[in-house]
């Protein structure tokens, strides 16, 4: 059955770095999604990306972000200058209509 | 705008029980609703979902849920549990169409023997 994969697993990082999370969406799926979960705290929405641009993005999603869809199979988030507050749980999603939606095991990202 | 209420973050039952896990939406347009089940370090696992039509939908591992458009909730059960159901389990909501998911802040369910 296919699969979202993410890479790293986990990413430990300095505040202030860039770091670039990567995720794989199913091969067919046509949108794609990125959402954090802070621990304890809930799922939040980052951004959406269909068509090759960000169709919407969450109050979260500032100039520190950015989202690329490189080549046909890859799809990545970019944390430009990493905070602690950016320490979370960031999950990929892929759907192939728009309403169903299948997460990746997530990176945990961890800024010291 | 949605939002998601889970009226209860741990639930606590014995194996072959049954159990309920409560959720409550807003929203001012039409909406299509979801559960998710997350094992323990794992990513977040569609375990049913609400499009249109029948307001009692069936999902995974023996879960069902219930729409309910005039009480605004879509509360998920399960006749019986199993050990293997100890996850965290999300409720989401989104509009209709492509678009993204709100997320409720999750119920622990825990089985004991």
């Known amino acids: 059955e296919p699969e979202v994969t993410q890479t790293p697993s986990h990413q430990v990082t300095q505040m202030g770095q860039e770091v670039i999370l990567r995720c794989v969406p199913i091969?067919?799926?046509?949108?794609f999604y990125w959402y954090r979960q802070i621990l304890g705290q809930k799922v939040e929405f980052l951004v959406s990306?269909?068509?090759?641009?960000?169709?919407?993005k969450s109050e979260i999603f500032d100039d520190q972000f950015s989202v690329e869809r490189p080549d046909g199979s890859n799809f990545t988030l970019k944390i430009r200058s990493t905070k602690l507050e950016d320490s979370a749980m960031y999950f990929c999603a892929s759907s192939r209509e728009g309403y169903e939606q299948y997460f990746g095991p997530g990176t945990r990202l961890t800024v010291t | 705008a949605q939002s998601v209420t889970q009226l209860d973050s741990q639930v606590p039952v014995f194996e072959e029980a049954p159990v309920e896990l409560r959720c409550n939406y807003s929203s001012s347009v039409s909406v299509y609703l979801f559960w998710y089940v997350q094992y323990p370090n794992q990513g977040l696992q569609l375990l049913l979902k609400?499009?249109?039509?029948?307001?009692l939908v069936k999902g995974i591992n023996g879960f069902e849920a219930e729409f309910n458009k005039s009480q605004t909730s879509f509360h998920l059960r399960k006749p019986s549990v199993h050990i293997s159901d100890t996850a965290e389990y999300f409720c989401a909501v989104s509009g209709q169409g492509a678009q993204k998911l709100v997320f409720g802040q999750g119920t622990r369910l825990t089985i004991n023997p």
């Open positions: 091969s067919n799926h046509l949108y």
């Open positions: 609400y499009l249109s039509g029948s307001t």
């Open positions: 990306f269909y068509n090759n641009e960000i169709s919407e």
